[in-house]
């Protein structure tokens, strides 16, 4: 069916009457978006665009599975919404698939319309069953642009909307490529571990709620821990009665090769926090999912949280068709097996283009990132990424393109059902915008 609007006028239109995030409203150039299936998208002009980014990193299946759209499309003939004090079909069947996926003994869900929203409430849980205030949470990290969940962001964006909720305290990353604390990875004495414990014994053990951190940092540098690092930050929040948070809102529902980031190291936290995936964007949901001793421990006690489309039916029933389709499309085990084409692939471009100073991957999740000397590691300019992001655009790709004080880099993160001829084909259009930045190169 033919467009009603034009190209000119859906921008045009949108622009005049809607903001876009995290933008300068005046500088936005959207693609108007009228359809898309499986890792591509089209425009209004059927100009057709590979997804390298999922979207924003949650279509992780792919647009338009069958299976979800015709489950929208039955429990919307049914019933699309009811109090969030009923219950559903579709609430109680999610609840329990959703804890047989999560890791140990990970049990009740209390469900949100986001990321934002989940770590909102995970702030509320954590301080309601410890009774401490704090909540400890990385500086290359992002949480959520809410009024709690922007106080555990590290980024810059917190900086911008400040002061933000009390209680929130930051520290410092394991991000081996660019140490802070000045190591190598031969002379490592995973001084992140040690400087966490220093940060915890001088704000209070006794004070501190939760730690929270992305099982792998997403938008900030697609950080990956080292393999013991998940596992020594277990061992010491047990070791001061401080509950373990992993937000799973990117880095969750197959993304790095296991349903959650934190299986990577066989990790069970206390709260898993997540969103975008569960329903791979074809709906609204976040889940705060808690262990079955936090569980019970609102048995008796009032649990302060409420939302009026908490386990909205339309967006739960959307879910459960979503998980279904990641176990029944191997979809997880298709972002393991291509995970690792993907990244040797990377290594590859690494090392043929000199404006490639890291490659990062796990899973499906990956990114390149860009300097204008090796040596240095300086970063390039916003002019020279936009410059970068023109040329992937042209060619027909959309991703994720990173042009700020955390560095620069382009994002491969394409849906979980992508095959290898399409990463090729991709990563083929990511080459030619790297010639770009060569030409920079110092």
């Not at 992993?246 to 529902?253: R, T, Y």
Request: net charge neutral.
């Amino acid at each position: 069916m033919p467009n009603k609007l034009s190209s000119k006028e859906i921008i045009d239109l949108n622009k005049e009457y809607t903001f876009f995030s995290w933008s300068v409203q005046g500088q936005v150039n959207p693609i108007p978006v009228t359809r898309a299936e499986g890792v591509y998208f089209w425009d209004a002009d059927d100009k057709r665009y590979l997804d390298f980014s999922s979207q924003l990193m949650n279509t992780n299946i792919g647009h338009q599975h069958p299976k979800v759209v015709k489950a929208i499309q039955d429990q919307a003939a049914k019933l699309t919404f009811t109090h969030p004090g009923n219950a559903t079909e579709a609430r109680g069947l999610l609840g329990k698939k959703i804890s047989e996926v999560t890791p140990g003994d990970l049990k009740k869900t209390f469900f949100t319309l986001g990321g934002s929203e989940a770590n909102e409430n995970a702030i509320k849980i954590a301080r309601s069953y410890t009774g401490r205030n704090k909540i400890l949470s990385r500086y290359r990290s992002y949480h959520g642009a809410t009024h709690g969940s922007m106080a555990l962001t590290g980024d810059y964006r917190r900086l911008a909307v400040e002061p933000v909720m009390p209680g929130g305290v930051h520290f410092l990353d394991p991000f081996c490529y660019r140490c802070p604390f000045g190591q190598k990875p031969e002379s490592c004495k995973r001084e992140c571990i040690s400087h966490l414990e220093e940060v915890i014994k001088y704000e209070g053990p006794d004070k501190i709620a939760a730690i929270i951190m992305e099982g792998v940092v997403g938008s900030n540098g697609l950080i990956i821990p080292p393999d013991d690092y998940w596992p020594r930050v277990r061992e010491i929040c047990d070791k001061y009665g401080i509950l373990l948070i992993s937000d799973e809102v990117m880095s969750g529902w197959g993304r790095t090769g296991k349903w959650f980031a934190v299986d990577n190291w066989n990790v069970t936290p206390d709260i898993i926090t997540t969103a975008k995936g569960i329903t791979s964007g074809y709906a609204p949901l976040g889940a705060v999912i808690v262990s079955e001793k936090i569980a019970k421990f609102f048995d008796d006690k009032y649990l302060y949280a409420g939302l009026t489309y908490s386990a909205h039916a339309l967006s739960c029933a959307t879910a459960l068709a979503t998980i279904e389709v990641y176990e029944e499309d191997k979809l997880i085990e298709n972002a393991a097996l291509l995970g690792k084409y993907l990244g040797e692939a990377l290594e590859d471009i690494k090392a043929r283009h000199v404006s490639v100073g890291d490659v990062r991957y796990i899973g499906l999740f990956s990114t390149i990132e860009l300097v204008v000397n090796r040596e240095t590691k300086e970063s390039f300019s916003p002019a020279v990424m936009a410059e970068a992001g023109k040329v992937l655009r042209q060619n027909g790709l959309f991703t994720f393109i990173m042009a700020n004080n955390m560095g620069s880099m382009v994002f491969v993160v394409p849906p979980l059902c992508i095959t290898r001829e399409q990463l090729d084909e991709g990563l083929a259009i990511v080459e030619k915008a790297l010639e770009v930045a060569d030409r920079q190169v110092k």
